[in-house]
């Protein structure tokens, strides 16, 4: 995407699809001009007026910085706060030069020993990406001799740097970046947020004046909340209107704080790490946030969603292009009941069904046989697989499907032989107890021996098995982080998540037919950033297709369905004893990447063979639901009867859901979204044909098969 610089009026114009962004100095301040529809390159050195005529000083000082400061008479919460070593406070904004590689803008500042770099990337699909690299270098030269290697923030090769030098800052905040929204009379808020087995409700509530924080303490993105936010002026519908939105690419502890001004200016800023943690740089660091993005959109909530996921799926997750295969997955069907005996007749119970791959989940290895034990211990479990994992894999690929496995690198259970040969391998502080979670205790990867160890473990596995898949499991928060002994011991909760992201990478890059999917007790660590190492996510351990619909609702507001795992499972459902259809628990699960996690032994014959039948459906509807455009089709919470199309090309998919509904509520027709009246349209599984026009009046000629708690597929090709 083209960025124009005007060195007079010292601004940068990044121009992208249908819109633009314009950073400016003003006053020596890295302020954003513009964030929004596109503008003539001539009109870019007028926007500073907006800035200048802000009428009351404290919204000028906050309007539009690209980092909120913490120097002078700036009172809003900063994105940036460090102290010098002799005590003064801030970042004092010296401009010294910029550079444009391709679609790449840095912008670099200096203060005292700092320099900080504002890095830009406007991408063709509208996200802008935003991160910060701030440097610290002493006036002398270092003493290269006493020079040890340490491992920078970001993953890249390690910068020599003296640990035991004295600190050239010390951080507690640095934000990847603040966004600053158009000045409207009104602001809405739209977040997602839940607990375990709930999670991706979608909120929609008024911005108060004031500031409203969101994030994890967690250690992981977290249950509780997502990184991404829409905002809007309250007028904005799912087809209609300008949001605006961000995300953070960081699977860690974050905060996102949006600031609504009583002269009613809003500004976002966000970053890893929550309240309280301290850092420090010595010379010659560099410290490199998480990228932070940003959306502009005229096209409503449905709109806004589907640049998302066009994003995601274009330029962050590793393989959108490869159609997701069907699974089994052992956790519902045995839970730790896992052993070589009893997943044969499940493995040749999903090959008849139709299953594409077969994945044991927890409870294989060590002394796995509850959550009590074993965790850390990744030997087969000998009595369960006598012969190791081998028998079992020719066995599932002798059916055709892949074999994938449970695994959980990141924690041990105490009651394991590794934390009995590294009880100091965990993350910990001195004097204090090790709070258990699960009974499990979490591993800190900042250190390079045990990013090591988890290395090795899991490359002998997938060398020494014939393994396709793992499912890459972190089942608890963090507590009493730290590293005793370390001078800097809050950096475990940022290079742990480095470390995984890298350990990561170097398993794809060594085992490049493997794929991984991200699973965090259900979906407590979904975010860009780990959307960037895994091919799919585990959306929620909430099975039940009921509590589904909102789920996948919530889900689809900032991530595809190419991402999100989908099962049926038994029923009554474990959560909420709900009993519902093995239709429509199928034909929910088939609105993402569809596959089955009940105990098929259990099952009837009829049962069986109409799960082959919704298995071999699914198959037929996948190119469109896993790689077509979705639009959302109603609210779950507005009403009982919602759907998602999904398009590709001339085909379209409808899944549609019928929730309880009660007398003197309307019930009214789902329409379909962006078809033209002119067209026509066959019904591939009936014959039928429809004119566009019918399909927009009327509604779309679902198929229901009961009352409550029913669903509907549709597939439909344009012939006209
Ligand atoms: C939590 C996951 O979300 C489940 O699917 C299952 O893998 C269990 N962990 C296993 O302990």
Redesign the pocket.
């Known amino acids: 995407m083209p960025i124009r610089f005007d060195e007079a009026a010292l601004t940068w114009h990044l121009a992208g699809p249908g819109l633009s962004y314009v950073v400016g100095l003003q006053g020596g301040l890295p302020r954003q001009l513009h964030w929004g529809p596109a503008i003539p390159d001539e009109a870019v050195a007028s926007l500073a007026v907006e800035w200048r005529e802000a009428y009351s000083w404290d919204d000028r000082l906050h309007t539009g910085a690209e980092l909120l400061g913490e120097l002078g008479p700036q009172f809003a919460t900063p994105s940036l706060q460090l102290r010098h070593p002799d005590g003064a406070k801030g970042f004092a904004w010296n401009y010294a030069d910029h550079s444009i590689e391709g679609d790449h803008l840095a912008i670099h500042f200096t203060d005292r020993t700092l320099a900080l770099t504002l890095h830009y990337r406007l991408w063709d699909t509208g996200v802008l990406d935003r991160w910060a690299s701030l440097e610290a270098a002493a006036p002398v030269e270092p003493d290269a001799a006493a020079s040890v290697e340490s491992t920078r923030f970001d993953g890249a090769p390690s910068v020599a740097t003296r640990l035991d030098a004295a600190p050239l800052v010390e951080l507690t905040r640095f934000d990847s970046a603040a966004w600053t929204l158009p000045h409207w009379d009104d602001y809405r808020l739209s977040h997602l947020s839940g607990e375990w087995a709930a999670e991706w409700q979608l909120r929609r509530v008024p911005l108060p004046v004031g500031e409203t924080a969101i994030g994890s303490r967690r250690g992981g993105t977290s249950h509780q909340a997502n990184p991404w936010v829409a905002l809007d002026d309250g007028t904005a519908t799912e087809t209609a209107g300008t949001v605006y939105s961000t995300n953070l690419a960081w699977s860690g502890s974050w905060r996102v704080l949006l600031r609504r001004s009583a002269q009613g200016r809003v500004s976002i800023t966000g970053g890893a790490g929550h309240e309280g943690l301290r850092w420090t740089l010595r010379d010659g660091e560099t410290w490199t946030t998480p990228v932070a993005s940003g959306l502009f959109t005229p096209g409503g909530f449905g709109g806004a969603s589907r640049a998302w996921h066009e994003h995601l799926r274009r330029h962050v997750m590793p393989t959108p292009e490869e159609d997701a295969p069907v699974l089994f997955?052992s956790?519902e069907a045995v839970f730790f009941d896992v052993a070589e005996e009893k997943q044969l007749p499940l493995v040749s119970l999903a090959a008849r069904i139709g299953c594409e791959q077969f994945v044991v989940?927890?409870g294989w290895f060590g002394a796995r046989v509850t959550?009590h034990a074993g965790l850390g211990d990744w030997s087969p479990n000998p009595d369960r697989f006598p012969k190791g994992l081998g028998p079992l894999i020719d066995a599932v690929h002798a059916t055709g499907m892949k074999f994938g496995i449970?695994v959980?690198p990141e924690m041990c259970n105490p009651d394991s032989d590794l934390y009995r040969a590294h009880p100091d391998w965990v993350l910990h502080q001195a004097g204090r107890d090790r709070t258990e979670l699960r009974q499990q205790l979490v591993l800190d990867y900042g250190r390079p021996e045990v990013a090591a160890w988890a290395f090795a473990w899991l490359d002998e596995l997938l060398s020494g098995n014939d393994i396709d898949y793992l499912?890459w499991?972190h089942?608890r928060p963090w507590t009493e982080v730290g590293r005793p002994g370390h001078a800097d011991p809050d950096r475990a909760w940022f290079e742990h998540v480095e470390a995984v992201y890298a350990l990561k990478e170097r398993l794809r890059a060594e085992h490049p037919n493997v794929r991984i999917e991200g699973?965090?007790?259900?979906g407590g660590r979904v975010d860009p950033g780990m959307l960037r190492h895994v091919d799919q996510v585990?959306t929620s351990?909430n099975t039940d297709a009921g509590d589904r619909v909102a789920i996948q609702y919530g889900f689809s507001q900032a991530y595809p369905t190419r991402a999100m795992d989908t099962w049926i499972t038994d029923e009554p459902s474990g959560f909420n004893r709900r009993t519902t259809s093995l239709r429509f628990r199928f034909q929910v699960a088939s609105a993402g990447v569809l596959a089955v996690g009940g105990n098929l032994t259990e099952w009837t014959e009829a049962e069986l063979e109409e799960a082959a039948e919704h298995v071999a459906h699914y198959k037929r509807l996948r190119p469109v639901v896993q790689h077509g455009v979705q639009h959302r089709l109603g609210d779950p919470e507005a009403s009982p009867v919602t759907g998602v199309q999904y398009v590709r090309g001339d085909q379209i998919a409808v899944l549609a859901f019928k929730t309880p509904w009660h007398c003197n509520r309307p019930l009214a027709p789902l329409r379909p979204e962006g078809i033209a009246s002119d067209s026509r349209w066959l019904d591939e599984d009936t014959g039928d044909l429809h004119w566009g026009a019918t399909l927009n009046v009327l509604g779309l000629p679902l198929r229901w098969a009961g009352a409550d708690w029913d669903s509907a597929i549709l597939r439909l090709r344009r012939v006209e």
């Open positions: 997955n956790w989940d927890d959550d449970w959980e499912k499991d089942n699973c965090a007790g259900g585990w351990d």
